[in-house]
T-cell receptor
């Protein structure tokens, strides 16, 4: 079992729909990242969370430390949101380094 | 302020050859981590450099080696290339001990 599990693996939505991507992890963490990867590869950091909730534009990320679970929500989805969304965690044992463990990603396609 | 830059962006090599990939971290960052991302999978940690030393290493063979220079830039070297080494190689920069990481656009390596 992977330390970081994402669901769903693939998600197709119609423009305007509310989207939720889930991430569960099995280790104690000091931080959780939500990342976006477009075709071609480059990764953009969307959020870094250690507790609670963060919002940026139409994106909202939440984390429940006790349940070891995080969600990424996209409101009023748009075709330009189509990308791979990846969850990554920094283990609480990483006292000095900044090594991340990644989920396998969720491929989101938003159709017009 | 330049972010993380990687070179080259694409590379085609023949089995058995050697390859060197380069990464310049974000200004002010002192730690460089390298990740391998096979098609359809999440990135896997290769190793991390700080103060010109390899500080952590993932489950990769000795064919994968690296270096960090006094200006914090880093190289990833892969010897005796195998077809299975074909992947996107991502560089991430951070501050030592910091949770926040910034990613480059990646180098797409194809081994034929």
């Amino acid at each position: 079992k992977n330390e970081v599990e994402q669901s769903p693996q693939n998600l197709t939505a119609q423009e305007g729909e509310f989207i939720t991507i889930n991430c569960s992890y099995s280790v104690g963490i000091s931080a959780l990242h939500w990342l976006q990867q477009h075709p071609g590869g480059g990764i953009v950091s969307l959020f870094m969370l250690s507790s609670g909730k963060k919002k940026h534009g139409r994106l909202i990320a939440t984390i429940n430390i006790q349940e070891k679970h995080s969600s990424l929500h996209i409101t009023a989805s748009h075709p330009r949101d189509s990308a791979v969304y990846i969850c990554a965690v920094r283990s609480v044992e990483e006292t000095s380094g900044s090594r991340l463990t990644f989920g396998e990603g969720t491929q989101l396609t938003v159709n017009p | 302020d330049a972010g993380v830059t990687q070179s080259p962006t694409h590379l085609i090599k023949t089995r058995g050859q050697q390859v060197t990939l380069r990464c310049s971290p974000k200004s002010g960052h002192d730690t460089v981590s390298w990740y391998q991302q096979a098609l359809g999978q999440g990135p896997q940690f290769i190793f991390q450099y700080y103060e010109e030393e390899e500080r952590q290493r993932g489950n990769f063979p000795d064919r994968f080696s690296g270096h960090q220079f006094p200006n914090y830039s880093s190289e990833l070297n892969v010897n005796a290339l195998l077809l299975g080494d074909s992947a996107l190689y991502l560089c991430a920069s951070s501050l030592w001990g910091g949770a926040e990481a910034f990613f480059g656009q990646g180098t797409r390596l194809t081994v034929v």
